[in-house]
Structure formats: C-alpha cells, structure tokens
C-alpha cells in the first residue's frame, strides 16, 4: 500500500512552476503596463511604421486562392509537400544545388521544430557529441538541444568592446573542436548580436570546418533581411562550395511574415544522392514519432506564393520594403540618440544586419528603462529595431540617454 495514498492519486500537485522565458515573459509584463508611452524591443516580431506586426498582400492572396481551391485536409506526407521542398531548397542553396539530387528538404512547425528534429537526428544517428554555440547565441538554442540530450558548448563570437565579430578567437577555438562536433551557426543577421561574418570570413570558416571534420548546423531565420535573399545565402553556399555535409533550419516567420502559422524547413546536403536519400530516410523516422506530420497551411501559403511568378514578385517587393524599413530605422536610431545628447558612439548599431542588435546597455540600464520609462528590453541588452517605430523614436532615444 502506498504511504501516501494523495501523492499516488495525484503525482502532479508537487511539480514546481517553471520560470518565465526571458523574452516571452517580458511581453506578458508589457501587456499589463498601462503607461500610454510604453515600448516592447524585445520579442522578435518585425513591425511596420504603425507598430503592426502585418500580414503581407501576397500571403493574403495566396490564401484566397487556397480558400477558393482547397480540396481535402488528409494529413501531409512526412516530410512535407514536395514543392515546397523544392522551393525552400532552391532559395537556400540556389538552383544548381538544389536541382543536384543531394539535398533533402523536410517541412517541420517553424525554425524551432526543425532545429530539433536536427537535435533527435544528431543524437540518435551520429551518436553523443557536442553542440556549439555561438557566444551569444538565441536563448533557445541550449534547451532545444539539451532537449534532444545533447551536450552544448559555446564559441567565442562577438566582442563587445569593438561591437563586432570576434572573427579570429571564433576561428581558433573551432581549430580546437573534436573532430565530428556540431557547430550551429547563424547564416546571417546574427541573433542576439546583429553583427555577420564577411563573405571572406565565412569561406575561412568553411575552411575551418573541413579541416576539423565538423558538421555545421546553420540556423538561417532571417533570409532576405540583411542584404538580399540570394547575399544572405552567401553563408550556407560558400560552406556547401567547400564540400561539407550541412544541415540547415530554414524559418519562414519573419521573410513571409507567417509567424503564428509555423513554417520551417530543415535541409540536409551531402556528397551523394545516395547518402542523402538515407539520411531523409531517417529524418522521417525520427518526425514519425515527434509530430508524425507538418501542419499544411503556411507550407501551402509558400509554395502557393513562389509557384506563382506575379505572386513571388510581390513577396520580393514586400520583403524588400521590410528590410528597407529596418536598415532605415537603424539610421534614424542613431541619429535620434545623437540628437538627444548620446556621447557614447552608436554607429555599431548602423552597421549590424536584421532585427537584433546588442545595444551596448548593461543590466542596470535596462532594469531602469523598463522601471522609469516602461520600455522592456532583454537583460542583455538585446532590443528589437523593428519596435522602433517614428511615434516612439524620440522618446525612446530621450529615456536611453537619461539612463547612460
């Protein structure tokens, strides 16, 4: 009999309550606020001009068109809808690669999930090794792969005190990596950070990782918001060109815009089609008994859009027009701190790529930003330039330099 005949009956009333994301949970603390200035940079949504996380016109469309034609909701095949394989592969890699027979595309429920089924591939197929991660990387990435029972290290990547990559310390502790190590890299606008590796610099690393016989995971969530789409896939190409296997998570949240519909994509590349028709063999094995299948609509909405030449034009326009939206806001960004009396030099803040910048504040800043002025920032210092918004700007500016 047990000693405790409550404890049996309900073993779940001990379980202690788990602490809040350090992202997420700002947002929560956003909401309540109920100062009319306040101002969120921390979750990582783009925003137009109004603050408006938008839907974009070609999704709208293409959605019309799924509405008008959509025929049955019977699962998806494993690994996802063909063509929309087809086109994520193509916009990573480009046609030559993609058209080659060695890489492999599977539909996962956004970045995150193809992350981890990437975690579950690593451990269950290549066995126990370790996981690096940049320093700093995603607050995510060390549970989505402890998750998956891998061991995570970190790499040395950004200095703080140039607001830039720490390119050559990066480059000799990965000569140093056990050979067979993963290394997870961001293919461009790098998160938290917003600082990227050259062109050169990413051929060097590639260089790197073929010496060392390491297997890059490239976390590729931002395509189209630094530079362009096929600049930004300058990253994953020139580690392809080197000849190494890769495995890429691809997100479509932030470039469509289809944050809330879960549209990712993991894609392997290896020397062969034969070896990459094996290891599709048993990523499938391994979503079967995760999420079994992906969920269709935003795939459907992608490949509904780049199916369609008029459709995948508009997306480009649109896109464009986010990116122009966050390179101009940076400008702005550093010339309103400037003009409200920063002494400290902001010009890092222009030269860094997508969404996220490391603003050089320190915890004490931030803590007073959010206490004083209701502006939420991530403990590191972390913010958001899509939040930034013409309404806010000199506010925001203003409260920064009261705290410097």
Known sequence: MHANPSKALHPLSDIAAAPPDPILGLSDAFKADTNPDKVNLSVGVFQDETGKSPVLECVKRAEERLLANESTKSYMPISGDPAYGRHVARLVFGEETADSGRVATIHAP????????????????????????????????????????????????FDAAANAVAFEAMREKLDHLPEGDVVVLHGCCHNPSGADLTPEQWRALADTLRARSLLPLVDFAYQGFGDGLDPDAASVRALVEAGLDILVSSSFSKNFGLYRERVGALSVVTESPDATARVLSQLKAVIRTNYSNPPAHGGSIVTAILDDPELTELWKEELSAMQSRIAGTRKAFVEGLKDAGAVRDFSFLERQKGMFSFSGLD?????????????YIVGSGRINVAGITPANLEYLCKAIVSVL
């Open 363 to 375: 915890r004490g800043q931030v803590d007073r930003l959010r206490e004083e002025h209701s502006i």
């Open 110 to 157: 956004g970045g995150t999930g193809a992350l981890r089924v990437a975690g579950d591939f690593v451990r269950h197929l290549l066995g126990p090794r370790r996981v690096w991660l940049s320093d700093p990387t995603w607050p995510n990435h060390p549970g989505i792969f402890r998750a998956a029972h891998l061991e995570t290290e970190v790499y040395p990547y």
